[in-house]
């Protein structure tokens, strides 16, 4: 049933946006809405994943590896 309503509201707006300049305005503000709105959910995403005080061991044990070289040089 949802699919059906998203396919007559689909056509609705296309016919709107091919015959009307109201219909174009309509489409354009839709698409930047969903836009807007998926940049927020892959912010707030990004913002669940990666923790604002996580440590990178990655970076700790090159920073470990960059000490003991420079300790093995002089």
Not at 13 to 24: D, M, Q, V, Y
Not at 40 to 56: F, T, Y
């Amino acid at each position: 049933m949802k699919l059906l309503l998203c396919i007559l509201l689909a056509g609705l707006l296309g016919f709107l946006a091919i015959h009307n300049p109201i219909g174009i305005f309509i489409v354009c503000v839709i698409v930047v809405g969903v836009i807007f709105r998926s940049f927020i959910l892959i912010k707030e995403i990004h913002r669940q994943v990666v923790p604002a005080n996580s440590n990178d061991k990655v970076k700790e044990a090159y920073e470990r590896y960059i000490e003991e070289r420079d300790e093995k040089q002089t």
